[in-house]
């Protein structure tokens, strides 16, 4: 992989730093005017015996408060890098202040005054940090850049769970330079994410790493062709009913969930303990994405599946396991001859309305154009030739569901 400086790309990501300010003021009673908080003008002691805990990107400082009466916080003002300077504070009621935001693993100068309730500042001392490589650097410099079904997968960890955006560009031949992903922001321990909808050709990849102190690193690419990915034909796929399956309500039978048509009618269950049911796929594939139609007009489309996995089987004629669980089980869960491929959550409506009051185009969204899920640990999973669709959660709690449409992407396995 190759290290580029980011350039053109920072401008467009910087978030902006915030410094916040704390003022110090009251009114005295029945008066309008605002008078500092205390009258005491002594200037108070210096904050003593400071020792420094380097973290990444950061760095813990603890100190003896000063035995000033009027005493309120702590302030320690320091730079980040080159061009911002940030500023903390930490009451009185503490004896510790943290740091954070370093741009690199460096030594950098922290200044430390105590502040009275009359806003006077103490000397100021001086205290050297020596924060670790910072978390948004430490992420970015590990992701392994990877093939994936159309496109190419980004993983790597985040142990610290630090809020970070994950910024994906793809070279772009037609223009000579780089098309930007919309930006994936997360807070969790693992970085795993696939862009797709690229031709199986050579193709220039590229990531970098930005937090929320405005701090962006170099861009790592790489060069690699995306893995064939294709609908999966319809036309092959069948019912395979098994006991556990949901009865059918209104003659909307499960075979609509497949036939490649977004009119009525669709699947539609009657009240059961399990909302699932079962088809064979035709052929043993690689399952990459899945999209889900929900049911429209009018509000169907947010009374439909809020959550569901997919459930897969790599016999040729799977049995049904009869103590199957209502609730939801964890990605690699292996149920007699089914395992689960990945469980998913339709979003909220993208209007931001409730789901009972979805505007035409959250309506659309859910019903035409349908929600689109990339299946999750792909490589790992096996290629299989039979699909479990289950429901785990409606929009409105039913115990019954009704849907328009399954699409299926990924590759048949010769």
């Known amino acids: 992989m190759k290290k580029i400086n980011n350039g053109r790309y920072a401008l467009s990501i910087l978030y902006v730093p915030v410094l916040f300010i704390m003022l110090l ?4 009673k029945g008066e309008s005017s605002v008078e500092v908080v205390s009258n005491d003008k002594t200037k ?21 408060l000063p035995s000033s009466q009027n005493l309120l916080y702590v302030l320690a003002t320091y730079n980040i890098n080159d061009k911002v300077v940030r500023q903390t504070k930490s009451s009185y009621y503490t004896d510790t202040i943290m740091v954070d935001g370093f741009a690199k693993a460096k030594e950098y100068t922290v200044t430390l005054n105590a502040v009275s309730r009359a806003n006077i500042m ?3 001392i001086t205290v050297k940090v020596n924060p670790k490589i910072p978390n948004y650097l430490l992420i970015n410099d590990n992701l392994a850049i990877t093939p994936d079904f ?10 610290n769970k630090t809020p970070v955006a994950i910024h994906i560009l793809s070279y772009n031949d037609a223009t000579k330079g780089y098309d930007e992903q919309d930006p ?8 795993n994410i696939s862009v797709r909808g ?10 970098f790493t930005t937090d929320r102190f405005g701090n962006v690193s170099d861009t790592v690419t790489k060069e690699l062709t995306p893995l064939f990915e294709t609908q999966l034909d319809k036309t092959k796929f069948f019912t395979y009913h098994l006991g556990t399956d949901s009865p059918i309500g209104y003659g909307w039978e499960f075979k609509y969930f497949f036939d490649g048509s977004l009119g009525d009618p669709g699947w539609h269950t009657l009240s059961a303990p399990l909302k699932i049911g079962s088809f064979g796929i035709g052929q043993l594939s690689k399952i990459s994405r899945v999209v889900l139609y929900n049911r429209l007009p009018d509000i169907w489309g947010y009374q439909n599946s809020r959550q569901f996995t997919i459930w897969g089987s790599t016999k040729d004629n799977p049995a049904d396991y009869p103590s199957w669980p209502a609730s939801v089980t964890a990605v690699g ?13 339709v979003p909220l409506p993208p209007s931001g309305a409730p789901p009972n009051q979805a505007t035409d185009a959250d309506k659309n969204t859910a019903g ?9 640990n792909v490589s790992q999973m096996p290629a299989v030739k039979y699909v479990r669709f289950q429901c785990t959660q409606t929009w409105a709690g039913l115990d019954y569901v009704h849907a328009k449409e399954i699409t299926l992407f990924g590759a048949p396995v010769q």
Not at 44 to 64: D, F, H, Q
Not at 184 to 191: A, G, H, K, M
């Open 25 to 28: 003021t009251s009114c005295k």
């Open 44 to 64: 108070p002691g210096v904050v003593t015996n400071v020792k420094v805990e380097n973290l990444n990107g950061s760095a813990r400082i603890t100190y003896t």
């Open 122 to 124: 103490s000397d100021a």
């Open 150 to 159: 159309g496109g190419a997968n980004f993983y790597g960890f985040n142990p």
């Open 184 to 191: 994936q922001y997360l807070s969790n321990d693992t970085v």
């Open 198 to 207: 690229f031709s199986v050709k050579n193709t220039r990849f590229a990531v």
């Open 333 to 345: 869960t292996v149920l007699g001859d089914w395992i689960n491929l990945g469980n998913f959550v």
């Open 368 to 376: 035409t154009n349908g929600f689109s899920f990339n299946m999750p």
